[in-house]
């Protein structure tokens, strides 16, 4: 059956073998109180080349260095009182403290942004699309996907095609567009050489 679009970020589901069996979220990370733009669960984040705070990636990701995948935060609403919230609403009363997903060895699920990854893709490295359009799945999911035109060999790419989506459904055919994948980092903080400016 052809798969159907339906964008949902990268979704955590899991760790490569030898991963510690819990969720390893990191809160170590901060977004400034003044940033104006709705961050959705889902969104690969990176550090600003100008302050510590973390910012979504944008555009086209094969040559990004992420830092992780944003799951939520703590914030504190202008008028309001400190709260929880999967989604950063854009602007709050104080830097908010990100929940992020930066353990080297988690998996997420995906989509394709249109042409299918192909099963030959395993192993490969490829980046993502901001995925804007389209559709989400529930309220507060990102639309990020990847982008089977940025499939590489290179050591650039932000992920690293682990396998196929393995369930049944929506996303199972390997053959059609918008099939779902299953990714690790590849050009992440705690995976390169190289310092994070």
Do not use: C, E
């Amino acid at each position: 059956m052809a798969n159907t679009q339906a964008q949902f970020g990268f979704k955590h589901i899991g760790y490569i073998s030898g991963g510690a069996a819990d969720y390893q979220l990191n809160s170590q990370y901060q977004i400034q109180s003044s940033y104006a733009t709705a961050i959705l669960q889902g969104t690969p984040m990176i550090k600003s080349a100008a302050s510590q705070y973390l910012i979504p990636a944008t555009g086209t990701g094969n040559l990004t260095t992420v830092v992780g995948i944003f799951q939520g935060v703590d914030y504190t609403p202008v008028g309001g009182v400190p709260t929880f919230n999967q989604v950063w609403p854009g602007a709050a009363a104080a830097d908010g403290k990100a929940h992020i997903i930066d353990a080297p060895n988690a998996l997420f699920l995906v989509a394709s942004l249109l042409t299918a990854v192909p099963v030959t893709a395993i192993g490969q490295n490829i980046g993502f699309s901001t995925g804007a359009g389209g559709t989400t799945i529930g309220a507060g999911f990102a639309t990020y996907v990847v982008d089977q035109g940025t499939l590489t060999t290179g050591p650039t790419a932000p992920f690293q095609v682990y396998s196929m989506y393995q369930g049944i459904g929506n996303g199972s055919d390997t053959t059609t567009s918008y099939n779902w994948v299953v990714v690790t980092f590849n050009n992440q903080r705690f995976k390169q050489l190289t310092g994070v400016a």
